[in-house]
């Protein structure tokens, strides 16, 4: 079995490479040190488990998990107990307390490998629910782009645009892709500050700049950059709403 | 003010002597006006005969009866005193008839006098009570700080398990590659643990101690973030002996650590400055931060506590001021230096 260790702490790292030391056919293919290293080598290397730390910089585990979660198994190894609940509804395999015993991590390992003989996929809305602690809006997006990734703070955005199978998330002239549908990112995103204007877009209102009647019962709205987006009848209503 | 408050009573006792149609407006008003001064002053003392009989405590039977004949006699005493007065006026002014006219208002005044004493009864039991809750009110809200000090206290004595659990997977990491650095975790972790809980609970200590702690705390961190972790150390030493209350960086420092390096990806320094002015001194912690990765979730607690803690322990002669700019956040505090 190929194993990546990701945790931020050095020391952290080091004494799980020497308890896996221990377990016969397990192969340590990377060490990362944040996340976004983790992402690259899942991508690259396709290891068959992630041991994943989950407060790291800028990139945490639950955000991993959900751009990486489908390809990898991963057990979380923290000091933190009350993110237990969440881990599990993404399916994690397993969710080690630190400091914890070489057994305890032997049976994680054997949980993991009778999930990977079992081989099942994973949800996606499943995983993306997981990188927001529950009753909290968005903060900041994480989008995968083949090994890279890239953090987008909401207060960046400008507006998410539907596409298919995909959203488009617009950030500073730029549209960055991800798997998921608008319908899920509206109920994420704080709805006093992003609105659904449109079936196929949702605007962050601090860039709108103007709105204009362009046909009867139906507007435009004219954001700070130029763009214009369409605006239905009830997503005019749910503007005026927040705008009151 | 109080005096001022009877002129329109002695107004309105003249207008009632005129409506009697037995004497004219300038011998009433003459009369009058200073009786009502007087009486003021009479009506003033039945203040202490409301305190000698609470309202609530006293049984009615005895209320009613010290009080009526209080006014009773009050109302007397003060109508002889204004026939007294009238005699001199008459006297003096060589107005006669005057004392006639004077003993055909008695039985008004006298009857005034009793109402009136009455309503300085009334009204001065009004001010008792409202004295009562006022005193009440401030000594909840003296009651509300001690709890929130002591609210605090417990929360300052209650370590951070977070902080407990990675320096034992540390220490668990070094047993096998370095044990001499895993003995000197645990005699930090030990240094730590025991002078938190002896300075929590002192009242004001050195700030040579404080900073101790935080040496060994920021020690063990070194262990855990390796070279993410850089500190930089500014003490004046004219600050050391200056009494500062028990962890009240402790948590700053923490913050600095959980919020600005660990959250980094390239970790940063942690800038420790203390200067002396004086009579006060001012105290800094900067760290690194990074807008787009920190989610300040939880870190204001920690600043507002603190900030409780100072307005409460200082009465606004304590600052905390936070700034952020160029990639750096800073607190600092401002704060009177006791002690030498």
């Avoid at chain 1, 990701?6 to 004494?15: G, H, P, S």
């Avoid at chain 1, 976004?36 to 998990?65: C, N, W, Y």
């Avoid at chain 2, 408050?5 to 009632?16: G, K």
């Avoid at chain 2, 030990?190 to 101690?209: D, Q």
Wanted: charge should be neutral; hydrophobic fraction near 45%; proline fraction near 5%.
């Amino acid at each position: 079995m190929k194993v990546a260790i990701v945790d931020d702490e050095e020391l952290a790292r080091k004494l799980l490479r020497e308890y896996l030391a221990d377990c016969e056919d397990v192969q340590i293919v990377a060490e990362c040190a944040n996340g976004f290293e983790a992402v690259k080598v899942v991508t690259d290397l396709k290891p068959d488990l992630l041991l994943l730390d989950i407060q790291m910089p800028r990139l945490d585990g639950f955000e991993v998990l959900e751009l990486v979660g489908r390809e990898v198994n991963v057990v979380f190894v923290t000091a933190y107990d009350q993110y237990a609940l969440r881990a599990f509804d993404v399916h994690a395999v397993d969710y080690l307390l630190k400091p914890f015993s070489p057994e305890r991590l032997r049976e994680a390992i054997n949980r993991a490998r009778s999930r990977l003989e079992a081989k099942q996929a994973l949800p996606v809305a499943e995983l993306s629910a997981a990188a927001r602690p529950p009753g909290a809006h968005l903060e900041r997006v994480a989008i995968r782009d083949g090994a890279n990734v890239h953090v987008i703070p909401v207060t960046h955005i400008d507006y998410v645009e539907a596409q298919d199978d995909y959203v488009s998330f617009h950030s500073a002239g730029k549209g960055f892709l991800k798997q998921q549908t608008l319908a899920d990112v509206e109920s994420v995103l704080d709805p006093s500050q992003f609105v659904r204007i449109h079936r196929s877009y949702i605007l962050n209102i601090d860039r709108l700049a103007r709105l204009e009647l362009y046909a009867k019962d139906s507007h435009a709205a004219i954001l700070r950059d130029g763009t214009r987006l369409p605006v239905s009848r009830s997503g005019y209503a749910r503007l005026n709403a927040v705008l009151k | 003010m109080y005096a001022a408050a009877w002129l329109p009573i002695a107004a309105l006792l003249t207008q009632v002597l005129v409506r009697g149609g037995t004497i004219g407006w300038s011998e009433a008003a003459a009369i009058v006006v200073p009786m009502c001064l007087l009486y003021a002053f009479i009506c003033q003392a039945s203040w202490y005969l409301c305190n000698a009989v609470p309202l609530r405590e006293s049984d009615p039977i005895r209320l009613i009866a010290s009080h009526g004949t209080a006014a009773a006699v009050s109302a007397a005493g003060w109508v002889v005193a204004g026939g007294v007065w009238a005699w001199l006026l008459g006297a003096a002014f060589a107005i006669p008839g005057i004392d006639s006219r004077y003993v055909a208002q008695i039985p008004i005044l006298f009857v005034s006098g009793v109402l009136l004493f009455l309503i300085a009864v009334a009204f001065n039991y009004l001010l008792i009570a409202f004295e009562a809750s006022q005193r009440a009110e401030s000594k909840a809200l003296e009651l509300q700080v001690l709890a929130r000090e002591a609210e605090l206290k417990a929360l300052r004595a209650q370590i951070n398990p977070h902080f407990l659990f990675n320096s034992l997977n540390s220490i668990n990491a070094l047993v096998m590659t370095d044990p001499l650095a895993a003995r000197r975790m645990c005699v930090l972790l030990a240094e730590f643990f025991r002078g938190s809980v002896k300075l929590g609970s002192e009242e004001r200590i050195p700030l040579g101690e404080e900073l101790r702690l935080a040496d060994c705390y920021l020690d063990i961190e070194r262990v855990r973030f390796g070279a993410r972790l850089k500190i930089e150390r500014d003490i004046d030493p004219g600050c050391e002996t200056c009494l500062v209350p028990p962890l009240i960086m402790q948590p700053l420092i923490e913050n600095a650590i959980k919020y600005g390096v660990a959250p980094a990806l390239q970790g940063g320094t942690l800038r420790l400055h203390a200067e002396r002015n004086g009579a006060r001194m001012k105290i800094v912690i900067e760290n690194p931060f990074e807008p787009e990765s920190s989610t300040k979730r939880g870190a204001g607690l920690g600043l507002k506590n603190v900030k409780m803690r100072l307005a409460n322990l200082y009465d606004g002669n304590a600052r905390l001021d936070v700034s952020q700019d160029n990639g750096r956040f800073r607190v600092e505090l401002q704060l009177p230096c006791c002690g030498n």
